[in-house]
């Protein structure tokens, strides 16, 4: 099944897409911000929506909307079919075995939080070691933190190599002897490090260790196939790849998720209730407690339609192209610092000026309607590893051009003048 979300913008140029008219399919990107048409570099915190996911989530709420798995009135089977149909398609979109290891949640903190939780608080154990990476954000570091601080387990890291941001992967085999989860980025949001997550999930495949990925600033830019990867566990959130905010998937493997206990206590989650024994829902819905965000995943699989009909290899090569344009002429300001490695990234994009505060920067950006990031980006001990506070944070999306890269180069141009 599959929404008719297909972008009325894709029109060919020069045998391939043409990306600017993509822009006609969201309105957001029409404003003006402080007298100036909008240039939008913040897609790494959300991206925008194209009308076709606006129309199926008010499609949804003039035709479809009623609650799940409840009634078994007309309004409440097209809502059912509806979610479900949503969740075939995310196991879809990254190749899940079955949808049937496909959870919603709120977005990948819950996703993660999730198996910190159940598998985790279920299968370790004190003296245990969670290994993560240095450029986790805070959402894959925290919980993992809180669980190790409630069991007594440990956290180890695979470093990173300095400002070009790789993971330094020469004990790796040494660290996963010693751990039982591994939890990692498939993409920095401050880096823009592209992790080599199949090799690494192989290793610790072979070290018996399990896997989680967190794919919130992958799942939208470049293909992601939980089998090709190989790991256990993948979350990602719906706001990052053009659908709605409140709704996101973690992908767990069959016989993983059955084994877990559940998350929440609620309805949806239970088979058979008395006052005082349950017996839990298979999965999914085991961990799917309470009324779902059932409008979020309607907008989602909308969403996932729209980027497939565009096609994920076509927007990892436009994201590296403008990642690429901007890297250039960032690299030609005296002085600047630019974090990331300088090949393979994407298009995410942290910088320092000698001269300039990041904040300062931004701020001045956004008078001339260029929407940049400036501060830690949840990446607290990142930065503090490299020695800065702050940076500010230009991060490209399918639906940005050419000519804004410019724009963002000139106002920087434009900024470094006022303070010089
Ligand atoms: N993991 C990574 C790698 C992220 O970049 C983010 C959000 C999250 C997890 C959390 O996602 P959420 O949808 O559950 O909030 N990153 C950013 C960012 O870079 N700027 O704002 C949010």
Known sequence: ??????????????????????????????????????????????????????????????????????????????????????????????????????????????????????????????????????????????????????????????????DDGELDLQWLDEQLARARLLSLTHISNTLGTVNPVVEICARARDAGVVTVVDAAQSAGHTPVNVQSIGCDFLAFSGHKTCGPTGIGVLYGRRELLEAMPPYQGGGEMIAKVEYRDVTFNVVPHKFEAGTPNVAGAVGLHAALDYLDAIGRDSIFEHDQRLAKRACEQLGEIDGIRLFGPSEGRSAVMSFILPDVHALDLATMADQKGVALRAGHHCNQPLLAKLGVPATARASFYFYNTEDEVDRFIEVIHHVRKLFA
């Open 1 to 162: 099944m599959s929404t008719d979300a297909k972008p009325a913008g894709l029109t060919k140029r020069d045998g391939g897409i043409n990306w600017a008219t993509l822009r006609g399919d969201f309105p957001i990107l029409h404003e003006t911000v402080n007298g100036h048409p909008l240039v939008y570099l913040d897609s790494a915190a959300s991206s925008q929506k194209p009308r076709q996911v606006i129309d199926a989530i008010r499609h949804h709420y003039e035709h479809h909307n009623a609650n799940v798995h409840r009634g078994i009135h007309e309004l409440s089977n097209r809502a059912t079919e509806a979610y479900e149909a949503a969740r075939q398609r995310v196991a879809e979109f990254i190749n899940a075995n079955s949808r049937d290891e496909i959870v919603f949640t709120r977005g990948t903190t819950e996703g993660l939080n999730l198996v910190a939780q159940t598998w985790a608080l279920e299968n370790l154990r004190e003296g245990d070691t969670i290994l993560l990476t240095e450029m986790e954000h805070h959402s894959n570091l925290v919980p993992w933190q809180m669980l190790a601080q409630r069991i007594g387990a440990q956290l180890d890291f695979i470093e990173i190599t300095g």
